[in-house]
């Protein structure tokens, strides 16, 4: 899928609209996406950082659309996530990068890294299996 056809997909979901999802870069093995800080994403209001939930929602989000192979395909299906949160996520936008590990005829395994400014800098890493269905 492009760039066009991922950001159409993720226009017509209401959660996806949510995180205000901006997709910059697609290819076969890789998706990179942005998403905005809102004030409605603030999981400690004492430092102002991301709530762990929509960091996780977000990498999640951009780990199942990078193993999609058709913009009309049928969701996949989680089947096992990890994610290990590296640093607060202060407010400013994420970028997410995910990366298909394997991709089978039934089965992905997809790796995603969030950061703010430095991708050297990771606010979070995780591990996502997918059921293709």
Partial sequence: MNIIELQTRCDRVP??????????ETDETHLLAK?????RFIGNP???TY??????S????????SVLD???????????LAV??????????LTTRATISRKGRRMASVE??????????????????????
Avoid: C, Q
Wanted: glycine letters at 8%; a negative charge; aromatic letters at 14%.
């Fill in 84 to 93: 290990d949160y590296l640093r607060p996520g202060f407010a400013g936008t």
């Fill in 51 to 56: 709530h762990g939930g929509i960091i996780a």
């Fill in 70 to 80: 058709d913009v009309n395909a049928a969701p996949v299906k989680p089947i096992n």
């Fill in 58 to 65: 977000f990498m999640e989000t951009i780990a199942s659309l």
């Fill in 15 to 24: 959660f996806f609209r949510f995180l205000g999802i901006s997709i910059l």
């Fill in 46 to 48: 004492v430092l102002d």
């Fill in 35 to 39: 998403m905005p800080f809102e004030e």
């Fill in 112 to 133: 995603t890294l969030a950061w703010l400014e430095d991708e050297s800098k990771p606010v979070a890493k995780g591990l996502f299996h997918f059921l293709l269905v």
